[in-house]
């Protein structure tokens, strides 16, 4: 099989099981992005990903991002930054990117504002919650959310949009994801921009589904298995 048509039969297989998941949970696929994560994978591969009709690309690191990026500009594409931000990072990311999803503490959010070029729109954020108060884990506590969106929406070259989680690998995501489901109510009730919940990836998109997630963030599913951890 050709690695276009190998791309194109992951893509429905995904697109279909976000399907399944939304008619499980009463709820509109319409209402759940697919964000196609794209670390590690090479232009071509975007490239063919795009031409199946996937427009927002995540990316985890972001010096690899910006080249990519700069060869790919023609298309348009809306590129997330989903990875671990270090402060010395934050201009690259205000620079280059359209989304931050990994956004938990003040610093960054200082920066990023101060940083946000004047002829781009505001940057859309994403606080990321440490769901299962991992030690070593990007993501702030949930009780420093409130604090820290209200940072956020103080600086007018910010949109606050959400909140992203990524769980505890090997168990059940269910409860993190009705944690963060509630967090996420909460703070939708007070402020008009937030509209994202970024939960779920290649192994526990339907769980994250049912638990109200507006973007699943796919990458093994659709590109295959990555090349070796880095
Ligand atoms: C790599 C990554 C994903 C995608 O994971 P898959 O299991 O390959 O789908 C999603 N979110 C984040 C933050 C990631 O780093």
């Not at 339907?206 to 070796?228: D, N, Q, W």
Request: aromatic share 4%.
């Amino acid at each position: 099989m050709s690695v276009n048509t190998e791309l194109e039969r992951r893509l429905a297989a995904v697109r279909k099981r976000i399907e399944q998941a939304c008619a499980a949970a009463g709820r509109s696929p319409a209402r759940v992005a697919l964000l196609a994560v794209s670390k590690t994978r090479s232009p071509a591969e975007i490239r063919a990903m795009h031409a199946l009709g996937i427009a927002a690309f995540g990316e985890n690191y972001a010096a690899e991002a910006v080249d990519k990026q700069a060869e790919l500009a023609a298309l348009g594409l809306t590129w997330h930054f989903i990875g671990p931000l270090q402060s010395n990072k934050t201009r690259l990311v205000a620079t280059h990117f359209d989304w931050v999803q990994s956004v938990d503490r003040d610093k960054l959010v200082r920066r990023l504002d101060a940083q946000r070029p004047p002829e781009r729109p505001p940057l859309n954020v994403l606080i990321q919650v440490n769901i299962d108060r991992e030690p070593q884990k990007a993501g702030c506590d949930p009780e420093a959310v409130e604090a820290l969106a209200e940072s956020i929406l103080a600086r007018p070259r910010l949109a606050l949009r959400g909140l992203m989680v990524i769980p505890a690998a090997g168990r059940d995501p269910a409860a993190a994801f009705a944690r963060a489901q509630a967090l996420y109510r909460h703070l939708a009730e007070r402020v008009p921009s937030v509209d994202t919940l970024s939960m779920g990836m290649s192994d526990d998109l339907e769980v994250a589904i049912a638990c109200g997630s507006t973007m699943v963030r796919i990458g093994t599913a659709l590109f295959g298995p990555r090349p070796a951890a880095r």
